[in-house]
């Protein structure tokens, strides 16, 4: 099965996430900020929160890009603005979803 990258800063969210995920098969690891989720490896797919401590999702979302890392991302985050949204979809985002968020649907759009 797939292996997910969630990566955000709360906890909570984080196991949410994970639990929602695995119960539907899926494989899951962490990260809490963009600086480790850079030093991750072998995700089929990433969450990426983009208001985090150190390296943010934006700058990490950019750098994946840099290094040709083609992984699919799915944006997670409270900022639910048009710029932001655009910003992220334009940024290398394969998708964008707002906090709070169902975790059906997210599931949904991992399954996509």
């Given at each position: 099965m797939a292996k997910i990258l969630i990566v955000d800063d709360e906890p909570r969210i984080?196991?949410?996430?994970r639990e929602h995920l695995e119960h539907e098969g899926f494989?899951?690891?962490e990260a809490t900020d963009g600086s480790a989720?850079?030093?991750?490896?072998g995700a089929d797919l990433v969450i990426l929160d983009i208001m985090m401590p150190f390296v943010d999702g934006m700058t990490c979302l950019r750098e994946m890009r840099k290094r040709k890392i083609d992984t699919p991302v799915i944006m997670l985050t409270a900022r639910g603005e048009e710029y932001d949204k655009l910003a992220g979809l334009e940024g290398g985002a394969d998708d964008y979803v707002v906090k709070p968020f169902s975790p059906r649907e997210l599931v949904a759009?991992?399954?996509v």
């Open positions: 984080r196991e949410l996430i494989q899951c690891e989720a850079l030093a991750a490896s759009r991992v399954k």
